[in-house]
């Protein structure tokens, strides 16, 4: 079983935020592979389908984004998933908005719902699907900006990025996750 992970915060107020990109990713994937997400399993979101031949769950943690690890960690526990069969989408203010880029592996990048994963899983070797929201330019806190929403400008490359982050996961339900990487890095 594979495991598609969006990272993000529950709750009306945290909902189109640029924190969220990952859940879009989520949201986008279910839409196409007609997943509910409405089983509330292990302090998340989940849901399960099979893709071109493969089984596959999709969640979207709950316990906000510092404690994404206490969500994914159980859930691969309890399925007997492999986290080198986990991809996890999310947020990065190091790439511009709109862009994508695929990893094997590598720090938190001082994300903390990243560092949370590192924390639970105990490896930096997990998949991953950034989505770039850019860094503030006005001296904004960075906290603020995250929770803040795309403007009317950021909002089409954005949601570009969430459909190319989306079919880069479809293409990773069967294909190696290197030639993936290559089809869609930016």
Known sequence: MKLFVGLGNPGKEY?????????????????????????AKFRGLFGTASVSG???????????M???GECVRPLIDYYGIAVDDVIVIYDDLDLPSGKIRLRLKGSSGGHNGVKSLIQHLGTEQFKRIRIGIGRPTSGQPVTDYVLGRFTEEEKPAVDKAVLRAADACEQAVTAPFIQVMNAFNE
Request: net charge positive; hydrophobic share 40%; with cysteine.
């Open 15 to 39: 909902e189109q935020t640029r924190h969220n990109v990952g859940f879009f990713v989520i949201d986008e994937l279910a839409r196409r592979w007609n997943v509910s997400l409405k089983t």
């Open 54 to 64: 493969e089984k596959v769950a999709l969640c979207k943690p709950l316990t906000y």
């Open 66 to 68: 510092n404690l994404s």
